[in-house]
Antibody, heavy 123, light 108 residues
Framework: EVQLLESGGGLAQPGGSLRLSCAAS????????MHWVRQVPGKGLEWVSS????????FYADSVKGRFTISRDNSKNTLYLQMNSLRADDTAIYYC????????????????WGQGILVTVSS | EIVMTQSPATLSVFPGERATLSCTAS??????LAWYQQKRGQPPRLLIY???TRATGIPARFSGSGSGTEFTLTISSLQSEDLAIYYC??????????FGGGTKVEIK
């Protein structure tokens, strides 16, 4: 059974940092691209960042570029999101999501999602 | 950036009736369009990809159609468990990946 478990969320001050982790199990982690998607409670979905299976290709939304860093440790089956210079508008539930398929082209669909972790940025 | 627009924002349907949800893209996606279902307090669930292919385990009452800029998700016979918000997502041109604003399906 595929499981994705996010951790590391909580309250941060504006300008502060948090590091999210996503522990993956139930599938061959190093074969799949991984993604972070966020959702302001009660609002829609916003793609944040993606990383290829090897970590060699990385993409960010403009809203987080230069402040957030996605990474992965395939030996630990874990995905990370380092969030720096946090702003109030980063307040959201952050989901890690598994790419749907192993493909030659970077997979941009998500089939399994974690339960999400709340990040609140407030003074 | 490709902008995704969903309509209506809220759809109220009697059980057993058909629900039709629309998603419009600001430029052609060919068929690179997915639909997700999000129930209250849960993460999204992939329903449809490549505009019309049901994901594994998705009931046959869910179907997707369309290409280019106009897409439709149809629930042929609405069940009470279909109460959810439905999002479309384009994956034709990125970054960024973009979602529509969602359609909330209510049971009359």
């Amino acid at each position: 059974e595929v499981q994705l478990l996010e951790s590391g969320g909580g309250l941060a001050q504006p300008g502060g940092s948090l590091r999210l982790s996503c522990a993956a199990s139930g599938f061959t982690f190093f074969n799949y691209a991984m993604h972070w998607v966020r959702q302001v409670p009660g609002k829609g979905l916003e793609w944040v960042s993606s990383i290829s299976n090897s970590g060699s290709k990385i993409f960010y939304a403009d809203s987080v570029k230069g402040r957030f860093t996605i990474s992965r440790d395939n030996s630990k089956n874990t995905l990370y999101l380092q969030m720096n210079s946090l702003r109030a508008d980063d307040t959201a539930i952050y989901y890690c999501a598994k790419a749907f398929r192993v493909t030659a082209v970077f997979e941009r669909l998500f089939d399994y999602w974690g339960q999400g972790i709340l990040v609140t940025v407030s003074s | 950036e490709i902008v995704m627009t969903q309509s209506p924002a809220t759809l109220s349907v009697f059980p057993g009736e058909r629900a039709t949800l629309s998603c419009t893209a600001s430029q052609s996606l060919t068929s690179s369009l997915a639909w997700y279902q999000q129930k209250r307090g849960q993460p999204p669930r992939l329903l449809i990809y490549d505009a019309s292919t049901r994901a594994t385990g998705i009931p046959a009452r869910f179907s997707g159609s369309g290409s280019g800029t106009e897409f439709t998700l149809t629930i042929s016979s609405l069940q009470s468990e279909d109460l959810a918000i439905y999002y479309c997502q384009q994956y034709h041109n990125w970054p960024p990946l973009t979602f529509g604003g969602g359609t909330k399906v209510e049971i009359k």
